[in-house]
C-alpha cells in the first residue's frame, strides 16, 4: 500500500510539472482547417516519435529537447512531432494531420510582434525617411533589421507579405548602409558588415545617390539601394 501512495504522489507531481510546463512555457496557437499533410519540414524536424497518446508526454518532450521550439501532437496516430523552429499564424508549416494539437514556446516579444528564434519584428504603419524611421525604431527600444541569414530573409519575407499590401506600399528599409564608404553595406552606425545577401538583379545599383537598403515590392521583394530620403517604412527589430 505504501508503495502504492508513493505511486499516485509521483504521477501527481509529474502530472502537475506537466501541466505547469505547457501553462508557462508553451501556447497553442489556430490550426487552419485548409491544412492538411506533414507537421513541419523535414529540415526543420528536431525529433519524431510514434506512440506518443498523451499530448502532455509530447509537450513535455519536446520542452526538455535542447532544439524543439514547436511541437505537434496527432492523437488518432501518436504521432509526436519536434521542431527547430517556432510557428506562428504567419508562419505556419505546409500541414497538420486532422486532430492535430500544436504548441510552440511563449513569444517573449511586445504585443503586436512577430517572433522569430531570438527576434521580435515589426513593421512601422507610417512611411518616413530612413533616420526618421530609425528614430521609430529606437522608440521601441528596436533598430532596423538587420538580415543575417536565409531563414530569417524568408521570415521577413512572409512578415512583409502577409502584413502589407503591393497597392499601398513600395518597399520597407532595412538596417543596412553604405552611407560611410561606398559598396561596403554595413549595419547603420557601426563596422558590421552583412553576413547574407538577397540583391535584385543588378543591384545595388545608384553608387552614393542611394545609400540605404530596402525590400521593394517591384522586383519581387529584393534588395535594392535606395535614397535614404525615400519615404518607405521601416521593420524594426528587437533581440530577446
Not at 508557462?24 to 489556430?30: N, R, S
Not at 511563449?106 to 530612413?130: H, L, M, Q, R, V
Not at 552614393?208 to 527589430?237: P, R
Amino acid at each position: 500500500m505504501e508503495r502504492f501512495h508513493i505511486y499516485v504522489i509521483a504521477v501527481y507531481i509529474l502530472v502537475t510539472f506537466i501541466s505547469f510546463t505547457i501553462s508557462v512555457k508553451w501556447t497553442t496557437f489556430e490550426r487552419d482547417d485548409s491544412l492538411n499533410g506533414k507537421a513541419c519540414e523535414d529540415a526543420d524536424i528536431a525529433f519524431s516519435n510514434m506512440l506518443i497518446y498523451d499530448k502532455s508526454a509530447c509537450v513535455l518532450k519536446c520542452a526538455n529537447h535542447t532544439e524543439c521550439k514547436s511541437v505537434f501532437h496527432t492523437q488518432h496516430t501518436g504521432d509526436c512531432t519536434g521542431c527547430s523552429v517556432s510557428y506562428g499564424k504567419n508562419n505556419l508549416p505546409t500541414g497538420l494531420m486532422d486532430g492535430s494539437v500544436c504548441y510552440q514556446e511563449k513569444s517573449d516579444c511586445p504585443s503586436g510582434w512577430s517572433s522569430f528564434e531570438n527576434s521580435c519584428y515589426f513593421i512601422t504603419e507610417e512611411k518616413t525617411i530612413f533616420l526618421s524611421g530609425l528614430a521609430k525604431c529606437e522608440s521601441f527600444d528596436a533598430r532596423p533589421v538587420i538580415i543575417n541569414n536565409e531563414n530569417e530573409n524568408n521570415f521577413v519575407l512572409d512578415l512583409i507579405k502577409s502584413t502589407t499590401n503591393q497597392n499601398d506600399d513600395f518597399g520597407f528599409f532595412t538596417g543596412f548602409t553604405d552611407i560611410e564608404t561606398e559598396d561596403t553595406w554595413v549595419e547603420y552606425g557601426t563596422n558590421n558588415q552583412m553576413t547574407f545577401e538577397y540583391w535584385g538583379n543588378g543591384e545595388p545599383n545608384y553608387g552614393t545617390l542611394e545609400n540605404c537598403l530596402a525590400f521593394f515590392y517591384s522586383v519581387d521583394l529584393k534588395w535594392i539601394d535606395i535614397s535614404c530620403n525615400f519615404m518607405l517604412k521601416v521593420i524594426c527589430e528587437i533581440n530577446k
